[in-house]
């Protein structure tokens, strides 16, 4: 989703800047644009598309010589993908960026109007800046401290007077962050943009306002000096480079085996580091995307080895749902970024009702993990690539070991030690898995060229479906679904063609036999069976065939199959892996 990233100091910004937006790529984004100030003087240039686009521009032009600079990557959400609606946005004597959605836009607007403001763009960025400009009488803080008396929504700014020589920057549900540099500070809407530059930032909180020149920063909130805590990042320099791999996607896919090991390391030995869901007599999982398919795993696993309830939902809904929470209730929320809104707003929703929150999160500095009551960090590293890989894979981990945890706790184990055992074989199994590419470009030659497929599972395995369905979707434009292996029948069966793909995760052994006869019924109809499975069938279907592993942890070496075909598929189809069209990283708005 739009990214932000702003510089004051003594060189001149258009690198940075640029360089800035490229690391902020990931986050998906239609369009990009960047303005500088001298004096009184500030330039904007903006352009559609790739941050090509907008550097082939700037080539073209005779720039102001500069110090101080802002510039935004959008994600359309007010107003189409245009140059006019890029940010920045300048209104009187304000140019500003923004990420988030002013929630009552239309409504300042009108109002606005009514004063003969004259609006340039659909955007609701611009009514902001329209009323900053209201408010700004020479007195920056002050202006922003009154017009965001008026605004309903979510923002991260960065603001530029037109008689200051100094950067701005504020927020309130849309993260931004402070770079500290020696004679230069920064604002970007995560480190990766800042990280060839400092590692030292303040966490900008809710409401408040950050006045910065290149040599100081003051942070206040309701017109009172806040000390600032300095966060220092251990994210590396070159976790933003691929490593020699062509795309992010494929190098996070091979890097599961060592965050696997590094997540699971503290609890293996220490399962008691692990919260007890004993002490809850109900358990809602609150996600988005992958991240529920991730929870949909611990659903089963929960319900399945420890005899545990587990209510799910996606977090679009759950927010607006009346939820009876009339039971001692703990929701667990998964995030990679810990910045998903609307993952956020169920978080708010349970605290509202004093309910207990756990959040699986791999972003430490997040508002997810900073808000939530108690946390289990992933050790993904930072995720790159749009669709996620490694981090559902650490969320699937997390839930298998809370699972087996509670079944630990209720006497529902048998073999405890092999379990564990299994667990601690886990990265060496994954690394087998991945080193197979051949085996999963075979599949991607059976069905890059084919417009529809199905993904069938059931139970666990249909849980896995849904994860392999999005991945393939989200980056190869195929259409697929996924279904649970026993409901084609009842309708999605008409839809079965010759040659059509379907995709059967077979792992459960329990089931596993009724999912063999869905097989046959769609192979009669003429589709095109790939099984997934971790043994091996005398038929002449496609196969993958994965090592058998404890139930707990068998999706964890199915998936980066599917990953890896996914990834496949979209490479024959000359997709933009890495920053599939219409998708952002990080979902910031509703
Ligand atoms: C799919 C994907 C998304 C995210 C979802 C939640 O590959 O990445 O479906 O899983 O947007 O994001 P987080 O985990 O950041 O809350």
Redesign the pocket.
Same mark, same amino acid.
């Given at each position: 989703m739009c990214g932000i990233i702003g510089y004051i100091g003594e060189k001149n910004p258009v690198d940075i800047l640029i360089n800035g937006l490229k690391s902020l790529e990931y986050r998906g984004y239609d369009s990009a644009g960047i303005a500088l100030k001298e004096k009184d003087e500030i330039e904007i240039i903006k352009s559609v598309g790739k941050i090509v686009n907008l550097e082939e521009k700037i080539k073209d032009e005779k720039l102001i010589p500069s110090h101080l600079g802002i510039a935004h990557t959008r994600w359309a959400t007010h107003g189409k993908p245009t140059e006019n609606n890029a940010h920045p946005h300048t209104a009187g004597r304000v140019t500003l960026v923004h990420n988030g959605i002013i929630e009552n836009a239309e409504e300042l607007r009108e109002k606005l109007k009514k004063e003969k403001v004259r609006f340039y763009s659909e955007t609701d960025t611009e009514v902001v800046a329209a009323l900053i400009n209201k408010y700004y009488d020479n007195d920056p803080v002050e202006a922003i401290n009154q017009a965001l008396k008026e605004v309903k929504g979510s923002y991260a700014l960065g603001i530029l007077f037109q008689e200051s020589d100094d950067l701005y920057a504020v927020r309130k549900d849309s993260p931004l962050i402070v770079g500290l540099g020696k004679d230069e500070n920064f604002i970007a809407s995560d480190i990766a943009a800042i990280i060839d530059y400092t590692n030292q930032y303040y966490l900008l909180e809710e409401g408040e306002i950050a006045h910065i020149t290149k040599a100081k920063i003051e942070v206040t909130k309701d017109g009172k000096v806040v000390e600032k805590e300095v966060q220092t990042t251990s994210m590396e320099r070159d976790a933003k480079d691929k490593c020699g791999y062509d795309h992010y996607m494929l190098k996070e896919i091979m890097e599961e085996p060592v965050v696997l090991q590094k997540t699971f390391e503290p609890y293996l030995e220490h399962l008691e580091k692990l919260p007890d869901l004993t002490d809850y007599e109900e358990i809602h999982i609150v996600?988005?995307?992958?991240?529920m398919y991730a929870g949909m795993i611990g659903k089963t696993l929960l319900e399945e080895y420890a005899n545990t309830k587990v209510e799910i939902d996606v977090a679009s809904e759950y927010r607006y749902k009346n939820i009876i929470y009339d039971r001692k209730t703990l929701v667990i929320l998964?995030?990679?970024?810990g /910045?998903?809104a609307d993952?956020i707003a169920a978080m708010r929703k349970a605290q509202e009702h004093n309910v207990e929150t756990l959040a699986i999160v791999n972003v430490k500095t997040s508002t997810i993990a900073r808000e939530s009551d108690s946390q289990i960090f992933i050790e993904a590293g930072p995720e790159i690539a749009?669709?996620?890989t490694k981090?559902y894979i650490l969320q699937v981990g997390i839930m298998a070991l809370l699972a087996y945890k509670t079944a630990l706790t209720k006497n529902l184990v048998k073999e405890e030690h092999k379990v564990l055992e299994e667990a601690e074989k886990l990265p060496r199994l994954i690394k087998e898995v991945l080193d197979r590419r051949e085996e999963y470009k075979k599949v991607a030659e059976a069905i890059y060229q084919k417009e529809d497929i199905f993904f069938i599972g059931r139970k666990i395995d249909y849980a896995t479906s849904m994860e392999g369905s999005?991945?393939l979707k /989200?980056v190869s434009y195929i259409h697929s679904e996924a279904y649970q292996a026993g409901e084609l029948k009842h309708g999605t069966i008409s839809l079965i063609d010759d040659g059509m793909p379907v995709f059967a995760i077979i792992t459960d052994d329990t089931i596993k036999d009724k999912t063999i006869s869905n097989i046959e019924e769609v192979k009669s109809r003429g589709a095109q069976t790939i099984i997934i499975s971790n043994e091996k069938y005398a038929t002449d279907d496609l196969q993958v065939t994965v090592p058998k592993i404890s139930p707990y942890f068998q999706p964890i070496l199915i998936v980066p199959t599917l990953q890896l075909i996914a990834y496949e598929t979209a490479k024959l189809r000359g997709c933009d892996i890495d920053k599939p069209k219409n998708l952002a990283k990080?979902?910031t708005v509703e």
């Open positions: 996600a988005c995307g992958s991240a998964i995030s990679q970024s /910045e998903t993952t749009v669709a996620t981090a999005l991945k /989200e990080s979902v």
